[in-house]
């Protein structure tokens, strides 16, 4: 598997249910797509417990972040979260779940998601939980070869997920300032994927 889009991902109900709860959920700017990345972007993480090799600061990661912690909970979020580690991740625990916000003005960066050990294992999904989108609106998911030359881009779409090779080097594109909404993704991953 390289790169696979998936429309509709998500069953109507529970995707409008998710919408409705990312309008209220409270997210700190400053996150960075990598240590040295020049922008930075709103975002919360849910599950992020270091239990593979990583490259995040120590502050950022933390045991009360585990997959199990977030499927007990009664909310959207770990409802979808169920049905995508059952359907494209074969009932695996994530080890990274988190929430992405980006307006006009901020910026991501090119970057792998995981370490290089797990190029081969590593599998990632990136869910679109946007009401609406324009393409005018830019915010592109853009995938990178080694070379920085763009190979594939896909579109953001409402309920869109992209289930991806882990390592691909990828980046959201910016955003228009005529953009009227929220760029909402929604990251699943984990580095051993069998």
């Not at 998601?113 to 009401?131: G, H, K, L, M, N």
């Not at 980046?171 to 699943?188: D, G, H």
Request: aromatic residues 12%; contains cysteine; glycine residues 8%.
């Amino acid at each position: 598997m390289s790169v696979q889009v998936i429309d509709d991902a998500i069953p109507q109900e529970l995707y409008l249910e998710c919408v409705d709860w990312l309008k209220n959920l409270a997210m700190l700017s400053g996150w960075r797509a990598t240590g040295h990345a020049p922008g930075s972007f709103w975002h919360r993480n849910f599950v992020l417990d270091g239990s593979f090799k990583n490259h995040y600061s120590p502050e950022a990661v933390s045991q009360t972040l585990r997959h199990q912690d977030l499927m007990a909970q009664d909310i959207p979020l770990a409802r979808i979260g169920r049905h995508v580690s059952d359907k494209y991740f074969g009932g695996l625990e994530f080890s990274r779940v988190w929430v992405n916000g980006q307006n006009f003005g901020d910026e991501s960066a090119v970057h792998r998601d995981f370490e290089r050990e797990y190029d081969a294992t590593s599998r990632a999904a990136i869910w679109y939980p946007v009401e609406v989108w324009d393409e005018n609106w830019g915010g592109d998911f853009a995938i990178f070869n080694d070379d920085g030359e763009i190979n594939g881009a896909v579109t953001v779409k409402p309920n869109r997920l992209v289930l991806m090779d882990g390592n691909l080097r990828h980046a959201a594109r910016p955003i228009s300032r005529f953009c009227t909404k929220l760029r909402i993704s929604v990251a699943f991953g984990r580095e051993v994927v069998r």
